[in-house]
């Protein structure tokens, strides 16, 4: 079974998730989708090969196992179809299909979909109980014989040592993002199946289809993991497609230039991962005809990807801290437990409290530099910001004017200056402190100042403001305003109006 251990990197500043990793899971689940076609090819070739021994043959015991051989290709293709039907599910919940390849959803890196269909909503424990329940059925079909039941791959694998995940569920769909999780129903419907070549194969032997002779072979893999981390091992399954198990030393196979130890048909291919990206190796079948003595060669070459550990911060807002505020920040370790993401900071009186799963709020206190460590599955990577205070706001008369012209009823229906913080991204709000009001009449001398605490008017000030008649113009000097984070207030500058 395919094991997809891995981390989906988030990069920090442009909220970019890595697109060769979400091509990787995309480009397994194509190369697990051939693999499937394979081994229904060669189920055709088992099948045919059934009914004509059973033709050939008329007993009653050859009809028995026609009809399993039968009853097994319905039944997983009856598995086939629950699981297209899940992922038809998942392909809708996830927005439907890209623009640029409707075979796979938009939201490929939406991690809170898969987690509420599968774990909330028990779709995770109804494909378990499916799994079993199919491989009953077939392993039933071959008099659930020992064998049988070690080559169906179609199978509830046990938890890898070391892992947190509690049950085969969380494993296999917790925090997982939807394009991991295209890869692992397509595998299940590959295992599907290949299980059922298992049955054939069974059923064949049965009715004697050992000296049956096979005139169509295709090399298939089957690998615990197609994307590893680097100094991890690529472990993987090598064998002939509508093989036998009576095949002994008719069938040899070399893969990436080695040979391998043949077991029933089987062999085993193992590699250390080295150096980043995708890596190739052939596989090349020699196949002898035990009655003629001919030797036929079938060849394919296979891919699997390299990767190496890595984690990776987006920041929630942009790319930098501000003092005085909640700064959100996402951490994303995919493959790793949230248990073992470690945040912390340092530099600029900064401060980390965890706000959720995966999220934290940054706060810091003095202007400069601040750097962010992130460790988890091993890896750890640091990562510097800078730390500036609220951009200054702009001044304005009622939130709308910063001076100018205006009428006479319209200046005097403002209730005062309020601080806007225009184009910043944060829920902020800047106080007004104090500010001077100097009122001209028209061709008369200014008027003392008057002093005005607070954004809205004050008595005496209101006095001067509905005074105005076209013609007059207003002075507000030594506009003050604080900011969140602020120890001393701003100085916002002047706005002056002519009435008309």
């Known amino acids: 079974m395919i094991n997809l251990m891995y981390l989906v990197l988030t990069a920090l500043l442009a909220l970019n998730v890595s697109a060769e990793v979400m091509n990787a899971f995309f480009s397994l689940d194509k190369k697990m989708s051939a693999n499937g076609k394979v081994s229904v090819t060669g189920n055709e070739v088992l099948m045919s090969a059934i009914n004509k021994q059973a033709d050939a043959y008329k007993k009653d015991i050859n009809e028995k196992y026609r009809e399993n051989a039968k009853q097994s290709i319905m039944i997983a293709d009856d598995f086939v179809k629950y699981i297209q039907g899940i992922r038809d599910e998942l392909m809708t919940k996830a927005q439907g299909p890209s623009e640029t390849d409707p075979t796979i959803p938009k939201d490929i890196r939406n991690k809170d979909i898969t987690t509420h269909m599968f774990i909330t909503e028990n779709k995770a424990t109804e494909i378990k109980d499916k799994i079993t329940e199919t491989r009953n059925k077939l392993l039933a079909l071959a008099d659930n014989d020992a064998e049988v039941s070690k080559s169906l791959t179609l199978l509830i694998d046990e938890l890898p040592q070391g892992v947190e995940a509690k049950t085969w569920e969380e494993y296999k769909f917790k925090q997982m993002p939807v394009a991991a999780v295209w890869p692992i129903l397509g595998q299940m419907q590959s295992d599907a199946k290949s299980s059922v070549s298992s049955v054939l194969n069974y059923c064949l032997k049965k009715i004697g289809g050992e000296d049956i002779k096979f005139d169509a072979f295709q090399p298939a893999v089957s690998a615990e993991k197609s994307y590893i981390i680097q100094g ?202 104090t500010y001077e009001v100097t009122y001209l009449a028209k061709r008369q001398d200014p008027s003392p100042p008057k002093t005005n605490n607070g954004a809205r008017y004050s008595g005496d000030v209101r006095e001067l403001i509905n005074k105005a008649k076209p013609g007059d113009a207003y002075f507000f000097d030594n506009i003050k305003a604080k900011c969140p984070g602020d120890n001393i207030a701003r100085d916002l500058g002047s706005i002056s109006i002519k009435i008309k």
């Open 232 to 433: 991890e091992k690529y472990v993987a399954d090598v064998y002939l497609s509508a093989y036998s198990t009576s095949a002994g030393s008719n069938v040899s196979i070399n893969a990436g230039g080695s040979a391998l130890t043949v077991k029933d048909g089987v062999g085993r291919y193992e590699v250390t991962g080295s150096g980043l990206g995708e890596r190739k190796y052939t596989v090349s079948i020699n196949v002898k005809n035990p009655l003629t003595g001919e030797v036929k060669n079938y060849s394919k070459e296979f891919s699997y990807e390299v990767g190496q550990r890595s984690v990776a911060v987006s920041l929630d807002k942009m790319n930098v801290f501000y003092i005085g505020v909640k700064n959100p920040i996402s951490v994303s370790a995919a493959g790793v437990s949230s248990n073992e993401v470690k945040v912390s900071g340092a530099g600029s009186g900064i401060k980390i409290s965890p706000n959720g799963a995966g999220k934290f709020d940054v706060e810091v206190s003095t202007p400069g530099e601040a750097t962010l460590t992130v460790a988890g599955g091993g890896a750890s990577q640091t990562f510097k910001y800078r730390v500036k205070r609220i951009p200054d706001p702009i001044a304005k008369l009622g939130l709308k004017y910063r001076g100018g012209s205006l009428g006479n009823g319209e200046f005097k229906a403002i209730d005062g200056i309020a601080a806007e913080l225009e184009n910043f991204d944060f829920d902020v709000k800047c106080n007004i402190g």
